[in-house]
Antibody
């Protein structure tokens, strides 16, 4: 069965960086992409971007361009999302999700989420 | 930037039909997708490509799209369907940006 297991909760200070991992299993990692979605406390879902696990192509949300980097390690079937210059409004649960490389790259299977808290 | 608009809340009694709408200018050309998120849990895909249902999703969940509006219909809503529902789609401007609607809280009581 498809599983996405994310790294544990993080607490960071403003201005720092965070790197969240997402280990995939139960499918051929390089046949899909990984989407990253975040959810601030009590708020809705926000699409952050997508990376192809086949060739590393990325598509980032415009508001995060320059602060976010998504990568994959095909040897371990793991995706990573790094967010830099953290601010208090980056406090959120961050989700990874498997996404087909065709059509709308919609998330189908989701990880359990990683809480990132930004606080001085 | 592209936006998808959903009503903040919908309320029905058990056994009634719940309809949740999602409006967006690009929906005539782009598919809509629907996610269910129960409190404290990760989202679950319930409808993809406007009207297709993933395996394991109950038949009472259906989707449709016409013009600039997509609709998620839950026929005979159950208490366990109480959740937040989000639509998702793609901007048609060529930048391939994705967007979620603001979410709709479905109350079944």
């Amino acid at each position: 069965q498809v599983q996405l297991v994310q790294s544990g909760a993080e607490v960071k200070k403003p201005g720092a960086s965070v790197k969240v991992s997402c280990k995939a299993s139960g499918y051929t990692f390089t046949s899909y992409g990984i989407s990253w979605v975040r959810q601030a406390p009590g708020q809705g879902l926000e699409w952050m971007g997508w990376i192809s696990a086949y060739n590393g192509n990325t598509n980032y949300a415009q508001k995060l361009q320059g602060r976010v980097t998504m990568t994959t390690d095909t040897s371990t079937s793991t995706a990573y999302m790094e967010l830099r210059s953290l601010r208090s409004d980056d406090t959120a649960v961050y989700y990874c999700a498997r996404s087909p490389p065709w059509g709308d790259s919609f998330p189908d299977y989701w990880g359990q989420g990683t809480l990132v808290t930004v606080s001085s | 930037s592209y936006e998808l608009t959903q009503p903040p809340s919908v309320s029905v009694s058990p056994g009634q039909t719940a309809r949740i709408t999602c409006s967006g200018d690009a929906l005539p050309k782009k598919y809509a997708y629907w996610y269910q998120q129960k409190s404290g849990q990760a989202p679950v895909l319930v409808i993809y490509e406007d009207s297709k249902r993933p395996s394991g999703i109950p038949e009472r969940f259906s989707g449709s799209s016409s013009g600039t509006m997509a609709t998620l219909t839950i026929s005979g809503a159950q208490v366990e369907d109480e959740a937040d529902y989000y639509c998702y789609s793609t901007d048609s401007s060529g930048n391939h940006s994705k967007v979620f609607g603001g979410g709709t809280k479905l109350t079944v009581l």
